[in-house]
């Protein structure tokens, strides 16, 4: 069902998007801007209904990556801060300074349970103010017991219907909805998600003296400074462009293909069309792409096939970006086994998916020629250490840089030692789990050197030339013996 109503709802967001960058009057940008909201909305409303149907079909499954609670917690208040501003409220946040730096957890659910949490504050907030503190109740064996409380000055809540409030499609009052809007989700989805953790929502509430939700859960402490670097979106860099890239588009819904040759005509790319798999593997074999954006479910042929055939049959590391209406941690990790290069997740805005194709265009080398010049001389001038960590130090402060720093030191040298063992073993597997992991680490601290060597590392565990892996893995550990002695002086 996901795939069914995704698909035509990312035609109608991108289609009024291209509509909203024509010529138009006023009266029709604001019904462009209608839309928009509408659509928006709609999809809201979508991604709450898939994730109760989830929670309580036991499908969602919790991850367990090392997350930073501090970077989570900056981009919920970051998300919300325009919507309270809006409405003229404070958003204030208070963070206990001894949480520990980074555990291991769920970072999109933390996220979506604060989201919800703060969302419904601002949304029955007219005036004053909404509150997110987070403290440290205890540590124990390595386990830290978290406490976030989101308090407001809102319309408060009646004792009776307070039962009832986590319920599904449940509001305090039946006015609520047709003043305040909203399905009556956002509470039950974030309740369900802190049971899967083991703890509960609690609620203290007095009609018109505003409301104070809290909950607790225990999460294990991270020795690693990895943070969850699953195939996200990534910021346009003002070097990558489209222009006159050769993009293999395969598609077999036909507004989802208009829609994305649009987008990267707009930009710059040759733009060539197959309706499936199986016609992707002719147009492959008969012209020289620089990336495929390819969807997963098609007839004849669908994209994980396509994708095997190329790698093991034509022997290609041509790069492939999956895209897919179904969004899910699972499909996003089989793609990458399968041997793609990317995710995207339907509906997609252009920003979007020009980001993701753009990056795999960032200074790349073309020859084996440019790899062996390149192997040894790094650019160390592009990662400025001091000129980073002293940025990072005036943001987060000088304790949490040497803390970062100590897990670094730590933890890096024994990376460089099993990605040597890894490279005399021949062991692509290994080599592309520490490189997709250091690649987390390193952009984590700004290190985008590092970074684009790790990710570079990532992306050619499929070449048939081991060679070429060889020599990109031996690059990134260059750079990162010399990150090391660079630190510590």
């Known amino acids: 069902m996901s795939h069914e109503i995704r698909t035509p709802l990312n035609a109608i967001i991108g289609f009024n998007d291209l509509l909203k960058h024509s010529l138009l009057n006023q009266e029709q940008e604001k019904h462009v801007d209608i839309v928009r909201i509408a659509s928006q909305n709609l999809m809201v409303i979508l991604n709450d209904i898939l994730d109760v149907s989830k929670l309580e079909s036991g499908q969602l499954v919790l991850e367990n990556q090392p997350i930073c609670i501090k970077e989570i917690i900056d981009n919920v208040i970051n998300l919300q801060s325009q919507k309270a501003k809006n409405k003229g409220l404070k958003l204030l946040l208070s963070i206990d300074q001894d949480i520990p730096l980074n555990v291991i957890g769920d970072s999109t659910r933390i996220s979506q349970v604060l989201i919800n949490l703060i969302d419904n504050a601002i949304k029955f907030t007219t005036e004053g103010y909404v509150e997110l503190k987070v403290i440290e109740l205890a540590r124990k064996n390595g386990i830290s017991l978290l406490r976030f409380n989101i308090k407001d000055t809102g319309i408060g809540i009646d004792k009776e219907k307070q039962k009832m409030i986590f319920d599904r499609f449940s509001q305090a009052e039946s006015s609520t909805t047709r003043i305040f809007g909203g399905t009556g989700l956002g509470l039950n989805i974030a309740k369900m998600i802190v049971e899967m953790y083991g703890g509960k929502i609690e609620l203290q509430s007095e009609l018109g003296k505003g409301a104070e939700f809290y909950f607790e859960i225990s999460l294990p402490i991270s020795n690693s400074i990895e943070v969850s670097s699953t195939l996200e979106t990534k910021t346009v860099n003002s070097n990558a462009s489209l222009a006159g890239k050769s993009i293999l588009v395969v598609e077999d819904n036909e507004l989802n293909k208009m829609l994305a040759s649009s987008y990267l005509k707009k ?68 793609c990458i086994k399968m041997g793609m290069n990317g995710y995207i997740s339907k509906p997609y805005s252009e920003n979007t998916l020009i980001s993701v194709l753009s990056s795999f265009f960032i200074e790349k080398s073309n020859t084996k020629k440019e790899l062996i010049n390149s192997k040894i001389t790094i650019n160390f001038d592009q990662d400025d250490f001091n000129k980073i960590l002293g940025n990072i130090a005036i943001e987060h402060g000088k304790e949490f840089v040497e803390m970062m720093l100590e897990v670094y030191l730590r933890r890096i040298p024994q990376d460089i030692i099993e990605m040597e063992q890894a490279l005399k073993n ?55 013996k010399k990150s090391i002695k660079e630190i510590k002086q």
């Open 267 to 334: 930009n710059g790319a040759i733009v060539d069309l197959a309706d499936n798999g199986a016609i992707a593997l002719e147009k492959v074999k008969q012209k020289n792409y620089d990336i495929i954006l390819m969807d997963l479910q098609m007839p004849v042929m669908d994209g994980y096939t396509a994708t095997k055939i190329i790698r093991q049959e034509l022997k290609s590391e041509l790069p492939i970006v999956a895209c897919s209406a179904h969004s899910s941690t699972v499909e996003n990790d089989n």
């Open 426 to 480: 021949q062991d692509r597997e290994v080599i592309r789990s520490k490189a997709h992991l250091l690649a987390g680490s390193l952009s984590s601290l700004n290190f985008e050197v590092g970074t684009k060597l790790a990710k570079n590392v990532e992306n050619s565990v499929f070449s048939k030339d081991f060679e070429t892996i060889n020599l990109k893995t031996i690059s990134l550990i260059d750079y990162l």
